[in-house]
């Protein structure tokens, strides 16, 4: 019998066990909260981070719990040779789910429902499952393989830092944070923070606040305005000339203070923003169209509007679009935005491809703030990327084509992953090609035997890199 065909009989059967086992961690609400003692990124992800090492050991697993930061499952005592890495901490629940709560996980025609199915619990369990597959099939090993739990992926890579900081880089890094065959591009990242101040105004009529978006890695659903001096019909009649699209909404309700403009759109991961529809930019676009008076706040809403018009999503208008082979193109989500009496201060999420430069996107973007009149602060954090012909990278896509059946081939990304500051480590799944997750919308949804196939192609990886 070869070693597929043990691996095929002992994963026949175990879907219960997989949904079972994702479903348990993914009733735990683990989105950041406030740090407690052993907690640094608070209860939620720290109750995660048990469920998940209890359950390795309910396998018999070998789990440890480095101070509340990560966990870490190894499969011997012999010298590591791969790390799995992935997380257990989740995004907000959001609104518009349909098909159940967030965090009440649900099967229905094959699909596991809930926050996080897909972004990272459900991945993580795949890869538990196929450390316990290895050691049951008992086949010897000559090196370890460590699956790490980490715990703050969503809100800064605080956990993954703080391991290698302390432990060295294993010779092979897979992160099943993302999809199938191999990820080997992740693009560099330029999130700068930029605004301008002005003494208090008292001019009519101005808009007198914005809140944009929640996150500045996530298109924004939702935004809202006060305008004070302007009746609602002029602001409706405004509105109606901007032939928005159909998923862009304004509801206008008239205050004492003025009228409060609040835009829904559709969120999306800001690595790809054009699958979302943009609120905030939206709005924006509807508060520079209306006959405001000419003082700082209607200058800066009037310069927002003209860098971050809406539907641009590769930096056309600021003069940062550029694209190349490898890497595809650079997107750009105008995402966080708060504007007050006196001020206001922004972010933008941009993923920068291979050829991007310094020179052509962080001085040409400090160039068109400076000409607006904004201050900006921030840097590039520039492209990780692992050669297609790499050893590794063919071990990979081996063991893909594999299980599955298809024709493997190395892909790039505008998200960031685990592995971006690691180096010669990829993501690699756990979703198929062409499947449609949700990942941080409503109705997250990861596919029950794709699971199970990524546990199989998981388990040849670690024999591949580890076994006698």
């Not at 094959?110 to 369990?125: A, E, F, N, Q, S």
């Not at 393989?145 to 890579?157: M, P, S, V």
């Not at 559709?266 to 923003?273: D, F, L, N, R, V």
């Not at 020179?359 to 400076?370: D, F, G, Q, Y």
Request: charged letters at 20%; a negative charge; aromatic letters at 8%.
């Amino acid at each position: 019998m070869t070693t597929k065909q043990r691996i095929d009989e002992y994963f026949a059967g175990k879907e219960d066990q997989l949904v079972q086992a994702v479903s348990r961690l993914v009733r735990i609400d683990s989105t950041l909260g406030e740090a407690r003692p052993g907690m640094p990124f608070g209860p939620g992800p720290a109750a995660a981070l048990e469920e998940a090492l209890t359950l390795a050991g309910e396998l018999g697993l070998h789990g440890k719990n480095l101070e509340g930061y990560v966990g870490v499952v190894d499969l011997n005592e012999k010298e590591t040779a791969l790390h799995i890495l992935g997380h257990l901490d989740v995004v907000d629940a959001g609104e518009g789910w349909t098909v159940t709560q967030a965090f009440q996980p649900k099967v229905v025609d094959g699909l596991l429902y809930g926050r996080g199915t897909d972004d990272d619990k459900g991945p993580m369990v795949a890869a538990l499952l196929a450390m316990k597959a290895v050691k049951d099939l008992g086949i010897p090993l000559k090196k370890n393989a460590r699956l790490i739990f980490g715990t703050d992926e969503e809100t800064g890579f605080r956990d993954i830092h703080w391991y290698y900081d302390k432990h060295p880089y294993a010779p092979y890094t897979i992160s099943p944070d993302a999809d199938f065959p191999i990820i080997n591009i992740e693009k560099g990242h330029y999130q700068p923070t930029f605004g301008a101040d002005w003494p208090e105004e008292d001019a009519l009529p101005r808009v007198v606040s914005i809140t944009g978006g929640p996150r500045l890695n996530m298109v924004p659903p939702k935004a809202q305005a006060l305008v004070a001096g302007l009746p609602l019909e002029t602001i409706q009649a405004a509105y109606d000339g901007l032939g928005l699209e159909a998923a862009i909404t304004f509801s206008l309700t008239q205050r004492e203070d003025g009228v409060h403009i609040l835009c829904n759109g559709q969120g999306a991961h800001g690595s790809t923003p054009e699958e979302g529809h943009n609120a905030q930019t939206a709005l924006v676009a509807l508060l520079a169209a209306l006959p405001l008076a000419d003082c700082p706040s209607s200058r800066a809403v009037r310069a927002l509007a003209r860098l971050f018009p809406h539907g641009d999503f590769t930096g056309q208008a600021l003069g940062i679009a550029q694209s190349d082979e490898l890497s595809g193109h650079l997107s750009l989500a105008f995402t966080l935005l708060n504007l007050n009496a006196t001020g206001f201060q922004a972010r933008f999420d941009s993923r920068t491809p291979l050829c991007g430069t310094d020179e052509s996107i962080r001085l040409v973007t400090e160039l068109a703030m400076a000409q607006a009149g904004f201050t900006i602060t921030g840097r590039i954090d520039p492209p990780h990327h692992v050669p297609a012909d790499a050893p590794f990278i063919q071990v990979l896509a081996k063991c893909y084509e594999l299980y599955t059946g298809q024709k493997s081939q190395c892909l790039a990304i505008g998200g960031g992953t685990y592995v971006h500051d690691i180096p010669g480590g990829v993501a690699y799944g756990a979703s198929m090609p062409g499947f449609v997750s949700n990942l941080h919308g409503p109705d997250e949804r990861v596919n029950i035997r794709d699971l199970l196939t990524a546990a199989k192609i998981f388990t040849q990886v670690i024999l591949e890199l580890c076994a006698e």
